[in-house]
């Protein structure tokens, strides 16, 4: 029973996550006008049509934080909007604060500890900055739990996702012992070995915090062992591997798999809309009659891109046959600016990029088309035309381009696919695999792709577009719930 009872809420369905499904834009008028945002959580609460769910998340910039102010007990006004059914509250957090636990912890702490991406004989250093953003994270975390604790009916379902809320969890149990909570995980998990490379109080308080749920789910069986093996090595937890359990402190935390898929109905119909029709045949018009090698990705460290230009460029100096033959199409848009990293990452593959159109070029050839800038109905097109698809993260929670392409190709495209994506256990049959540090294995790769005969390809492309929809997003969030 609750030591400090709480007001309960009216919403039998919750969900929880630092970016929501909507977010704000100032005009020049200083209007504020809405995006709604998309991706697999947002399509998989559209199964929920009960207006009394609630989706809490973040204020993340100005804009969002004034219609967060501007919003009566501050849910936000959606009346009018696409926006699904339920209500969005959005929490308005002090910037600086938020920058602290989103920059400082959530993206340069634990995503760069899941994904592998420290520079380890000079990074991590936990020092007394380090400090002011852990703090900073477990004010987030409270802030969230309270919200939480305060919009949800007695016993409601409470599905807190991903990182930045890691801590959330137990958090809420502690106020709200009625609830039934959730946690996914949509990253991939560290192993122990380099998961310990967080500060022990902090490595235990991210994994307790998870535990705080009931049920803490993931995207593959990999990253959900791996979670286990961190709880038994760091916490000295008693894992059971086949049943998935992890039992910590007295209470057991159920673990559960879930492979989100690609929005197969969602996709294709977007994917005919004329202003896709266009910028398709505005690509067609830009790479004439040659074959396409195509990749689209946040720009984001841990997608590889880098490696993935310079497979390319090893595929045009040690290939002559495919000089003037082919065009590698590569989308990759901003992504966490704030962060110096990725500010370096962006000029490095812009100046790859240059350096391989200067090595290559030709007077009626543009050997490689980078676009920095985000348009989903040009990716969509994109998707339409490749011949190839690059899929080469160095690690990857699921990568959803790799089962957005096969739904959306024209005419069959082969995919070239990290082993070390979560969609790898789904799509490992019919794609080229590669390890993505391999420079010259991802350009055999890329070469293999690119000779694939077309009644293959077309073949292949079937069944991966079969196991890319197994479980849409909307039957993806309903499993999760009920096993909730
Ligand atoms: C990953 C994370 C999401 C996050 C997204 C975009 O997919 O799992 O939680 O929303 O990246 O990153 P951003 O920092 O822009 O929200």
Request: charged share 25%; hydrophobic share 45%; with cysteine.
């Given at each position: 029973?609750?030591?400090?009872?709480?007001?309960?809420?009216?919403?039998?369905?919750?969900?929880?996550?630092?970016?929501?499904?909507?977010?704000?834009?100032?005009?020049?008028?200083?209007?504020?006008?809405?995006?709604?945002?998309?991706?697999?959580?947002?399509?998989?609460?559209?199964?929920?049509?009960?207006?009394?769910?609630?989706?809490?998340?973040?204020?993340?910039?100005?804009?969002?934080?004034?219609?967060?102010?501007?919003?009566?007990?501050?849910?936000?006004?959606?009346?009018?909007?696409?926006?699904?059914?339920?209500a969005?509250r959005?929490?308005?957090?002090?910037?600086?604060?938020?920058?602290?636990?989103?920059?400082?912890?959530?993206?340069?702490?634990?995503?760069?500890?899941?994904?592998?991406l420290?520079?380890?004989?000079?990074?991590?250093?936990?020092?007394?900055?380090?400090?002011?953003?852990?703090?900073?994270?477990?004010?987030y975390n409270?802030?969230?739990?309270?919200?939480?604790?305060?919009?949800?009916?007695?016993?409601?379902?409470?599905?807190?996702?991903?990182?930045?809320?890691?801590?959330?969890?137990?958090l809420?149990?502690?106020?709200?012992?009625?609830?039934?909570?959730?946690?996914?995980?949509?990253?991939?998990w560290?192993?122990?070995?380099?998961?310990?490379?967080?500060p022990?109080?902090?490595?235990?308080?991210?994994?307790?915090?998870?535990?705080?749920?009931?049920?803490?789910?993931?995207?593959t069986r990999?990253?959900a062992?791996?979670?286990?093996?961190?709880?038994?090595?760091?916490?000295?937890?008693?894992?059971?591997?086949?049943?998935?359990?992890?039992?910590?402190?007295?209470?057991?935390?159920?673990?559960?798999?879930?492979?989100?898929?690609?929005?197969?109905?969602?996709?294709?119909e977007?994917?005919?809309?004329?202003?896709?029709?266009?910028r398709?045949?505005?690509?067609?018009?830009?790479?004439?009659?040659?074959?396409?090698?195509?990749?689209?990705?946040?720009?984001?460290?841990?997608k590889?891109?880098?490696?993935?230009?310079l497979?390319?460029?090893?595929?045009?100096?040690?290939?002559?046959?495919?000089?003037?033959?082919v065009?590698h199409?590569?989308?990759?848009?901003?992504?966490?600016?704030?962060?110096?990293?990725?500010?370096?990452?962006?000029?490095?593959?812009?100046?790859?990029?240059?350096e391989i159109n200067?090595?290559?070029?030709?007077?009626?050839?543009?050997?490689?088309?980078?676009?920095?800038?985000d348009?989903?109905?040009?990716?969509?097109?994109?998707?339409?035309?490749?011949?190839?698809?690059?899929?080469?993260?160095i690690?990857?929670?699921?990568?959803?381009?790799?089962?957005?392409v096969?739904?959306?190709?024209?005419?069959?495209?082969?995919?070239?696919?990290?082993?070390?994506?979560?969609?790898?256990?789904?799509?490992?049959?019919?794609?080229?695999?590669?390890?993505?540090?391999?420079?010259?294995?991802?350009?055999?790769?890329?070469?293999?792709?690119?000779?694939?005969?077309?009644?293959?390809?077309?073949?292949?492309t079937?069944?991966?577009?079969?196991?890319?929809t197994?479980?849409?997003p909307?039957?993806?969030?309903?499993?999760?719930?009920?096993?909730l």
């Amino acid at each position: 029973a609750s030591e400090r009872p709480q007001q309960s809420g009216a919403a039998p369905i919750l969900v929880a996550s630092n970016r929501g499904p909507v977010s704000f834009r100032t005009e020049d008028d200083g209007s504020l006008t809405l995006r709604r945002g998309g991706g697999g959580l947002v399509s998989g609460l559209s199964a929920i049509d009960d207006p009394n769910a609630v989706w809490v998340c973040a204020a993340l910039s100005d804009a969002d934080r004034t219609a967060a102010r501007q919003a009566p007990d501050g849910r936000l006004d959606l009346a009018g909007h696409d926006v699904g059914g339920q209500a969005v509250r959005m929490l308005d957090i002090d910037p600086e604060a938020f920058a602290r636990a989103y920059n400082g912890v959530a993206n340069s702490t634990l995503w760069f500890v899941h994904h592998l991406l420290y520079q380890t004989p000079v990074q991590p250093a936990f020092d007394a900055g380090f400090r002011t953003e852990w703090a900073a994270y477990r004010a987030y975390n409270a802030a969230f739990a309270e919200a939480l604790a305060a919009e949800a009916a007695p016993g409601a379902a409470v599905l807190v996702q991903d990182y930045h809320l890691s801590l959330a969890p137990a958090l809420l149990r502690a106020l709200r012992p009625d609830l039934r909570i959730g946690h996914f995980s949509h990253t991939p998990w560290a192993p122990p070995e380099y998961y310990r490379l967080l500060p022990d109080d902090v490595a235990a308080a991210v994994l307790e915090g998870i535990l705080g749920a009931d049920r803490a789910a993931f995207l593959t069986r990999r990253w959900a062992l791996a979670f286990a093996d961190c709880c038994e090595a760091v916490l000295g937890a008693e894992v059971d591997r086949s049943a998935l359990t992890v039992t910590h402190g007295g209470r057991t935390t159920r673990l559960g798999v879930h492979g989100l898929g690609a929005d197969a109905e969602f996709l294709r119909e977007r994917a005919h809309r004329p202003d896709v029709d266009e910028r398709l045949a505005a690509l067609r018009e830009a790479v004439g009659e040659r074959r396409t090698i195509v990749r689209v990705d946040r720009t984001e460290l841990s997608k590889n891109i880098v490696r993935g230009l310079l497979a390319y460029r090893h595929l045009l100096r040690t290939r002559p046959e495919w000089l003037g033959n082919v065009v590698h199409i590569a989308f990759a848009y901003p992504s966490r600016t704030d962060l110096a990293e990725y500010r370096d990452y962006t000029a490095a593959v812009q100046r790859v990029a240059e350096e391989i159109n200067t090595e290559f070029g030709t007077a009626d050839w543009q050997p490689l088309i980078l676009h920095v800038n985000d348009d989903f109905p040009r990716s969509l097109a994109a998707y339409r035309l490749a011949d190839v698809a690059l899929v080469n993260p160095i690690r990857d929670g699921m990568n959803l381009v790799a089962k957005e392409v096969p739904v959306v190709s024209d005419h069959g495209c082969a995919l070239v696919l990290s082993r070390e994506a979560g969609a790898y256990a789904e799509l490992a049959d019919d794609a080229i695999t590669v390890n993505p540090y391999d420079v010259i294995a991802t350009a055999d790769a890329l070469a293999e792709a690119l000779a694939m005969p077309p009644a293959e390809r077309t073949e292949r492309t079937k069944r991966l577009a079969a196991a890319a929809t197994a479980l849409p997003p909307q039957q993806w969030f309903l499993d999760q719930l009920h096993a909730l």
